[in-house]
């Protein structure tokens, strides 16, 4: 039998770094999106500097602008102040799934999300070997591998995509100075891709990087950092779009 199915516009976009200083771009993008999508994802570095008035400006223009589900993860510049769990409360509060370690289910697509971490790429990735700061660096970006692993194991058979701050791939970081090469993600990160069938992954904070790359497995990964999208496409708003293939009867959202 023939199964019917719809196109669900999937809208990504990282590395806003709201504060009070560009609330109108912020306002301006999220209008553009709410009536081009019918999913926003936001892959991190929500606020400038971590702080929970940034995190505030941010929600209300949700609220007031965004008429469609909101998934996001955080960034390493929402951690800044130490403020990450008040900022991610603020957001839930606004109407956003922000996810670390867990799933969602919108308009018959499954997300995945982690903030990621860093540690570098293939064979010249950081080893838990040495210090013990250095172990524990690592164990970081394992920690965030296995949850994802986890969400990913979680969610059913639907098309999934996974969302995460930093990258699973040297390609979309590429372009950033070699030395920070490291500091931008993680191969760690891409080994739980492979075991489900993800059709995307969108991650931001190569500000510099370059737009799309693939993992070993010819996974699309997605560089979303607005700095970068508004670089390479300044004459339209800084937002990826991707059209997704899904069950017309899975509609249902949950957590
Ligand atoms: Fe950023
Ligand atoms: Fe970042």
Redesign the pocket.
Known sequence: MAVEEKIVRVAAV??IHCNESHRDVVHALLAHITETAEVLLLC??LTDTGLVEEAHILAREITTTVKIPVVGVL???DYESGKQLEIRQILCDAGVSILDGETVQVQGIGFAGVKGFAGGFGRYQLEAWGELAIKEFVQEAMDEALKLELALARLEEMPLVVLM??SPIRATVEGEPREILPFLGSSRLEVPLTWFDVIAVFH??A?RGMPEGYTARNIPVYNV?MPLLRALHPERPPFRLLEVSCPVSDTAMGQ
Do not use: K, L, S
Request: glycine fraction near 30%.
């Open positions: 990282g590395d991190g570095d960034g390493n510049h701050h930093y931001g904070h500000h950092a």
